[in-house]
C-alpha cells in the first residue's frame, strides 16, 4: 500500500506583536538604533517563529547610520 503524499498544506501562518528589541536597550544587538529618547516603544507583527524584531523606524536609523 503507498502512503499518499502529503500535499503541502499552507498552514496558516500565526502571527504576534512583540516590541522591536529596542525596547530592552540591554539585550539589543542594535541598542545604538534606539530612540535618543530611550528604548523603543513600537510593536511589530511577526510571524510566530521570529523571536526578536528591529521595528521599522530603528531599522531605517541603522540603515541612514545615524
Ligand atoms: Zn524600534
Not at 521595528?55 to 541603522?62: A, L, N, V, Y
Amino acid at each position: 500500500m503507498r502512503k499518499s503524499k502529503t500535499t503541502k498544506r499552507r498552514t496558516p501562518a500565526e502571527y504576534k506583536n512583540i516590541k522591536c528589541q529596542n525596547s530592552d536597550l540591554e539585550t539589543s544587538k542594535y541598542a545604538k538604533y534606539a530612540p535618543i529618547e530611550g528604548p523603543c516603544t513600537e510593536v511589530v507583527n511577526v510571524p510566530d517563529n521570529v523571536e526578536r524584531v528591529l521595528c521599522h523606524r530603528c531599522t531605517s536609523r541603522s540603515a541612514s547610520g545615524k
